[in-house]
């Protein structure tokens, strides 16, 4: 039995598949509008979305290097606790379980009610909707899962290559001499750049999504380096250039505060026919990112539900499917919804994933200090530590101004923190009875 567990492994192409399935979603297709708000400026925004590939591709060179030397599934969960402490890791696989996947499952639902061009729907109870339905598929069948994840990600990166050829190829139908030509680049230091630039830093998670199954690579310490780096330079790639695309065929009073900015500038592309037919193309593409989260999601908790008697419940059931993990994420994204608007979900969750991440790069100074003498085989991040404090200034930077910005947002994602806190006491506790009674 156990060596037919062992031949299923994921090759190097599979896992650059996942990272590019889960970071080509929600934000590449509604957050410009939010950006546009306070930023006028196409290269400012262009700028801003190649710094958000820069700054993902650090965090992958990290992840790069901590997966390799610490082999376990898991992401920041495992990463943290190894490194620094079993408080550090719960916290972060708390934010994975409360925010993580579930504000970006209902980010995605959300977003895909905005761009169905078909009929005219009501936003929350739809995207709640929606999210049942494929939790109610993902515990069922993990066969069908796999094969309608693998297929989606040729079928994202397909339409969105379409997207920027249509793009480059077509004149935009207004006057855009000044395109790209204005030189006023004082916003690069403004409050106004930073708060985007958690919107862009939201739209490239995803970025460390195959460090949650480093045990299932057939050869981990070659494989996991170039899926993370690999899937993120190509979604760093067709980012920018669609971006691009979006700012030369729209003009920016149209697109700013708009949530589906895709159909808008298919729109303007080729009509509102064919505009109408891409935006029910990128509805789709969003349904499978979705899917992914589901999915992935609910492992993360089932996988904690392992070390702490806390989240026993959401142990793995029949089949290993984890229902009830499943279940509890749905509950988490469906109170998202109803509760905050598009924009303050982004902010709260992005906050609390930056503080997640930046915490995993900070680990490679202290993996650097006890690997010495052991560095053999194992990849090492170019250029250290360039690309660690470019990664942890940058996210400094966004949390100041996020804070400045949107208190009410920071507040209540640095309160679920401290609701961690209470959870991981708890957890011990039950730990402790538990040993005793044995």
Request: glycine share 6%; with cysteine; aromatic share 14%.
């Amino acid at each position: 039995m156990s060596k037919k567990i062992q031949t299923y492994k994921i090759t190097t192409l599979t896992g650059i598949a996942l990272v590019v399935a889960n970071m080509i979603g929600t934000g590449a297709f509604t957050s410009l509008g939010f950006q546009l708000k306070d930023l006028n400026n196409p290269t400012i925004i262009l700028i801003l979305w190649v710094l958000g590939g820069i700054i993902a591709l650090s965090g992958a060179f990290s992840y790069a290097e901590i997966g390799t030397h610490i082999p376990r599934s898991g992401g920041e969960y495992a990463f943290l606790t190894k490194l620094f402490h079993p408080l550090v890791g719960y916290l972060s696989g708390w934010i994975s379980i409360t925010v993580g996947f579930a504000a970006p499952i209902a980010l995605s639902a959300m977003a895909f009610v905005a761009y169905f061009p078909y009929f005219n729907l009501n936003p929350k109870w739809t995207s709640i909707i929606l999210i049942a339905v494929i939790t109610l598929i993902h515990t069922k069948n993990l066969s069908l899962s796999s094969k309608f994840q693998n297929a989606s990600t040729l079928f994202k990166i397909a339409i969105i290559v379409v997207l920027i050829f249509i793009g480059i190829w077509q004149e935009p139908s207004f006057s855009n001499i000044e395109f790209l030509s204005n030189s006023d680049y004082s916003n690069l230091i403004s409050p106004a750049f930073a708060v985007a630039l958690i919107y862009v830093s939201y739209s490239y998670s995803g970025w460390n999504a195959a460090a949650y199954i480093t045990e299932e690579f057939k050869n981990p310490k070659k494989s996991l380096p170039i899926a993370l780096i690999g899937g993120t330079l190509i979604v760093t790639v067709l980012y920018t250039f669609l971006q691009y695309v979006f700012l030369k065929h729209v003009p920016i009073p149209e697109l700013k505060g708009q949530l589906n900015v895709g159909t808008i500038a298919m729109n303007k592309m080729i009509g509102d026919d064919y505009g109408r037919f891409f935006g029910l193309a990128i509805s789709l593409l969003l349904i499978s990112g979705i899917s992914a989260m589901v999915w992935v999601g609910s492992r993360v908790t089932s996988s904690i539900a392992k070390d702490h008697r806390f989240w026993d419940f959401f142990k793995s059931e029949k089949s290993n499917i984890p229902q009830r993990a499943l279940w509890l994420q749905f509950g988490i994204s469906a109170l998202l919804i109803l509760t905050g608007t598009f924009e303050q979900i982004l902010i709260y969750c992005g906050i609390l994933l930056t503080i997640s991440s930046m915490a995993t790069v900070v680990g490679v100074f202290k993996l650097r200090c006890h690997q010495k003498n052991n560095q053999t085989n194992k990849f090492k991040s170019p250029l250290f530590p360039l690309f660690q404090i470019v990664f942890i200034i940058l996210f400094l930077w966004m949390i100041v101004y996020a804070f400045i910005s949107s208190p009410f947002e920071v507040i209540v994602g640095l309160s679920n923190i401290a609701l961690g806190f209470l959870t991981y006491w708890w957890s011990n506790k039950l730990n402790d009875n538990h040993t005793k009674l044995k």
